[in-house]
C-alpha cells in the first residue's frame, strides 16, 4: 500500500471515529448552552440508540429502518423523561451539583440497560450490505458513509434550527441570558426540555448508525462520553459548529497518531491534545476569546 | 401553570414504565425445564424458580466457596456462562446428597473486570463469609489481583483466567482450569508455522491475558522460524482498530495473530474484512464465544484459534469419558438455559468440580489446609477443559492433547483442516 493510499485510509478512519465523537459533542454542546451544566448521560443516549435498535428489530421485528427511527424517537422521549426527572427539580443549583446527578443518572442508566438487555454485546446489520468502497485508494466502509451523511443531516438541522426558526431564536436568547430570556416572555423550560430531546436524538443517531460497525452493549456510553466531552471543549463548548469541528479533530488526531507514532499512544495522544487546548486557549480552537468590558 | 407540567411528567414517567416493562419482558425467554437425576427431580420455571424434590437432604453447616466472577464490565460475556454453570452444579450437588452429607453453598461476587473490586470481593469472601476456598477470577488481571490476599488467609483458590502469570511464578494456594497462554501459543504457533506463515502482525488489547499472550508469544519464537513484522495494541473496551489494521496492512505481514478477550475481537475480524485484508486472522482461546461470531459477519468466516474440544465434542473421541462428560454436562445446560455451553463454562465447571471432589476425599470438617492439599494430588480428573492431573510444580494440570484448532466456518466451529 502506497503512503498517499495509507495516508487516505488513516484520515478516513480518523473521520469516521471524528463523526461519532462530533454527534456526542453536539449533545454536549446544546445542553450546555441551555443548562450550564455538562451532561455526562449523553454517552448512555448514544448507548440507547444501538441498543433500541437492536431491540426494535430482535423483539419487535420491526425492518431495520423503521427500528432505526423508533430508537431514535425512544431514546429522545428517555431524554426528556431524564430531564424532568433529575434535572429540572434542580435546575437553579450549581452546575457541579447537576453533573454530578447526571453521571449517577448515566450510571442508572446503563445498569437498567444491563437488566433490560443482558452482558453480552449485541450486533446490528449494516443499512445497506455490500463489500468497502474504494475511495482515493483507500476502503471505506457503506455504514461510514451513512455516518457522515446522517451527521451531516443532524449538523445542517440543527443549524437551521438555531438560525432560521423563531424557537432556535429563543433557545440562544436562553443560552445567552436565562433570566433576560424569561423577561422576554420565551419559556425556558420548554427550551430546556427540547434541547434534552434534541440531546437525545443525536446520540441516538450517532449509535444507530454506528452500532452496525462496532456492536453494542450496555457499557458503552461512559468511553464515549469522554471523548465527545474532549471533543467539545476541544472545539468550544456552546458553539455548535465548533463542536463538529472539534470532534472531527478528536477523531483525525487519534487515527493519525497510529500511523506516526504506536497505537499505544491512541488514547494519550486524544487526551495531550485536549490538555493543550485547556492550557493554551481554554475557551476551544474556534471559539472567540471572551473579553469582559468593563 | 403547575398543573400542566405534573400532567405532562405523570404521563413522561407512565410512558417510561411501560418502554421499561416492554422491554424488561420482551428478553425473557419462557421456559419450564424439567431434570431428572437418580432420585431427584429439579423443575425451573421461566421466572426462574426452581423447586427440587430431593432424595438425601444434606444437612449441617454449609460448606463455603467463594466465587469471584466478572459479571459486569468487558467481560461480563464470560461470566455469565460461568455463573450459570456453578449455580446448575450447586443444585446438582445438593441434590444428590451434597458433599459428605453437608450442602455446599458458592457465594458469587462481581468483580465489574476491575482489579480494585476484585480485592474488595476478595476481603468480603475471605472476612466476612469465610469461605473455604475461592473460584476465580474470569479474567487474568483481576486473577492476579487477589493473589496476595488468598495466599494471606492460606485459602485455596482455583482460577478460572488464562493467562500465564496465575500459575508462573507458582504459588502453592492458586490452581488454574483454562488451558494456559504456554501451551496455547505453541500449540498455535505450530499451526501457524505448518501453513507456510513466515511473518505475523500481533496485535493484543491492553489488558492482562492478552498482553501475557503477547509476551508468551515472544517468548517461544526464537524456536520457530517466524518472524513478527507489525506489533499493534488496542483497548479493551475500543470499538474501531482501523487505524492499527491499516498500519498492518501496510506491512508484509502474511497472518494476524489476535490475543484478545472480550468485545474486541469481533470488531477486529470485522474491520479487516472491511479492509480487504486476506491475509488469515489468528486468535485465542479467549475467543471461543458466539458474539465473536454474530458480531464479525463475514469477517469471522475462516477465523481460527486454539481451544479446548467442548465445541465440537465428538473431537474427545466418541467413546471417552471425556465425551461422556461433555454429552452430560451439554445436555444439562442446554435444557436449563436453552443454549450450548461454551469454554467459559467448561471453565468453571472444572474449577467447581475439582474442588468439589478435592472435598469429597476428604472428611466432612477439613481445613483449607488439606483442601489446598486435595485439590493439589488431583489426578485424572476428566472434566469439560481435558484430562487434570495437578502436582507440586504443575498447577495448570492439562496439556497441548487436550486443544484442538477450530475454524469459523457458516458462522459455526469446525475443525480446522
Given at each position: 500500500m502506497g503512503f498517499d493510499e495509507q495516508l487516505a485510509q488513516f484520515v478516513f478512519a480518523g473521520l469516521k471515529s471524528g463523526a461519532i465523537y462530533a454527534l456526542m459533542a453536539l449533545g454536549f454542546t446544546i445542553v450546555y448552552a441551555a443548562t450550564g451544566a455538562i451532561n455526562f448521560a449523553q454517552g448512555e443516549f448514544f448507548m440507547l440508540g444501538g441498543m433500541l435498535a437492536v431491540w426494535s428489530l430482535?423483539?419487535?421485528?420491526?425492518p431495520l429502518l423503521l427500528a432505526g427511527l423508533l430508537a431514535i424517537i425512544l431514546t429522545s422521549l428517555i431524554a426528556v423523561i431524564f430531564e424532568e426527572l433529575a434535572i429540572r427539580p434542580r435546575r437553579d443549583a450549581d452546575p457541579l451539583a447537576l453533573i454530578i446527578i447526571t453521571i449517577g443518572g448515566s450510571m442508572l442508566i446503563s445498569s437498567l440497560a444491563r437488566h433490560a438487555f443482558g452482558p453480552n454485546e449485541l450486533p446490528l446489520p449494516p443499512f445497506t450490505e455490500g463489500g468497502s468502497l474504494h475511495v482515493l485508494g483507500a476502503l471505506v466502509e457503506q455504514q461510514a458513509v451513512w455516518l457522515w451523511l446522517l451527521t451531516a443531516l443532524a449538523v445542517a438541522g440543527l443549524t437551521i434550527l438555531y438560525s432560521r426558526t423563531k424557537f432556535g431564536l429563543a433557545m440562544r436568547a436562553s443560552a445567552v441570558d436565562r433570566e433576560a430570556a424569561k423577561l422576554m416572555g420565551i419559556d425556558t423550560r420548554i427550551v430546556v426540555m427540547v434541547t434534552f430531546c434534541l440531546a437525545g436524538a443525536l446520540g441516538a443517531i450517532a449509535g444507530v448508525a454506528v452500532t452496525p460497525l462496532t456492536q453494542t452493549a450496555y457499557s458503552v456510553g461512559p468511553s464515549i462520553a469522554v471523548k465527545g466531552f474532549s471533543a467539545a471543549i476541544l472545539g468550544g463548548l456552546g458553539s455548535p459548529l465548533a463542536s463538529v469541528l472539534g470532534g472531527l479533530i478528536l477523531g483525525l488526531a487519534e487515527s493519525l497518531s497510529v500511523a506516526?507514532?504506536?497505537?499505544?499512544f491512541k488514547d494519550a495522544t486524544a487526551i495531550l491534545l485536549l490538555l493543550a487546548v485547556l492550557f493554551l486557549r481554554p475557551e476551544g480552537l474556534f471559539r472567540r476569546s471572551r473579553r469582559e468590558k468593563v | 401553570m403547575k398543573n400542566r407540567y405534573l400532567a405532562l411528567l405523570i404521563v413522561l414517567v407512565l410512558a417510561f414504565g411501560v418502554t421499561l416493562g416492554a422491554v424488561g419482558c420482551g428478553g425473557d425467554e419462557e421456559t419450564t425445564t424439567t431434570t431428572e437425576e437418580e432420585g431427584a427431580t429439579e423443575t425451573t420455571e421461566a421466572d426462574g424458580e426452581t423447586t427440587t424434590t430431593l432424595s438425601e437432604e444434606p444437612s449441617g453447616d454449609p460448606i463455603k466457596v467463594g466465587a469471584i466472577l466478572s459479571?459486569?464490565?468487558?467481560?461480563a460475556g464470560l461470566g455469565e456462562p460461568e455463573k450459570n454453570t456453578i449455580e446448575m452444579l450447586v443444585e446438582r450437588v445438593n441434590s444428590n446428597g451434597g458433599i459428605n452429607g453437608r450442602p455446599l453453598e458458592v457465594i458469587i461476587e462481581d468483580d465489574a473486570t476491575e482489579s480494585a473490586q476484585t480485592v474488595a470481593a476478595a476481603s468480603k469472601l475471605i472476612d466476612?463469609?469465610?469461605?473455604v476456598a475461592i473460584i476465580g477470577a474470569t479474567g487474568t488481571g483481576q486473577s492476579m489481583a487477589f493473589r496476595e490476599q488468598v495466599v494471606a488467609a492460606e485459602i485455596p483458590n482455583v482460577s478460572?483466567?488464562?493467562?500465564?502469570?496465575i500459575t508462573n511464578p507458582l504459588s502453592p494456594w492458586v490452581f488454574q482450569t483454562p488451558w494456559s497462554n504456554n501451551i496455547v501459543v505453541p500449540f498455535t504457533l505450530d499451526y501457524v508455522q505448518s501453513k507456510g506463515i513466515s511473518k505475523v502482525a500481533i496485535i493484543a488489547d491492553s489488558g492482562g491475558f492478552a498482553q501475557d499472550g503477547a509476551a508468551t508469544v515472544e517468548k517461544f519464537?526464537?524456536?520457530?522460524?517466524i518472524e513478527v513484522v507489525a506489533q499493534e495494541t488496542f483497548e479493551?473496551?475500543?470499538?474501531?482498530m482501523t487505524a492499527q489494521l491499516t498500519s498492518i496492512k501496510g506491512s508484509d505481514a502474511e497472518a494476524v495473530l489476535m490475543w484478545s478477550a472480550g468485545s474486541g475481537a469481533a470488531v477486529v475480524a470485522k474491520n479487516m474484512n472491511a479492509l480487504e485484508m486476506d491475509i488469515p486472522l489468528f486468535g485465542s482461546h479467549?475467543?471461543?464465544?458466539r458474539e465473536l461470531i454474530e458480531g464479525a459477519?463475514?469477517?469471522?468466516?475462516?477465523f481460527r484459534f486454539a481451544a479446548g474440544k467442548v465445541l465440537v465434542p465428538e473431537s474427545y473421541g466418541t467413546d471417552s469419558e471425556g465425551y461422556k462428560v461433555a454429552s452430560q454436562f451439554i445436555a444439562d445446560y442446554v435444557a436449563r438455559y436453552g443454549g450450548p455451553p461454551d469454554t467459559f463454562a467448561g471453565h468453571a465447571y472444572d474449577a467447581l468440580m475439582i474442588t468439589v471432589e478435592a472435598m469429597r476425599r476428604?472428611?466432612?470438617?477439613?481445613t483449607p489446609q488439606e483442601l489446598r492439599d486435595e485439590i493439589e494430588a488431583t489426578s485424572g480428573f476428566v472434566g469439560i477443559g481435558g484430562t487434570f492431573t495437578y502436582s507440586a510444580d504443575d498447577h495448570?494440570?492439562?496439556?497441548?492433547?487436550?486443544l484442538v484448532m477450530y475454524e469459523v466456518k457458516d458462522g459455526a466451529w469446525k475443525l480446522a483442516e
Open positions: 430482535d423483539a419487535l421485528g420491526v506516526a507514532l504506536s497505537s499505544e | 459479571l459486569t464490565g468487558p467481560y466476612r463469609e469465610e469461605v478460572i483466567g488464562g493467562g500465564t502469570p519464537l526464537p524456536d520457530y522460524d479493551p473496551g475500543d470499538t474501531d479467549g475467543n471461543a464465544r459477519g463475514a469477517g469471522g468466516e475462516g476428604l472428611d466432612a470438617d477439613f495448570n494440570g492439562m496439556t497441548v492433547d487436550d
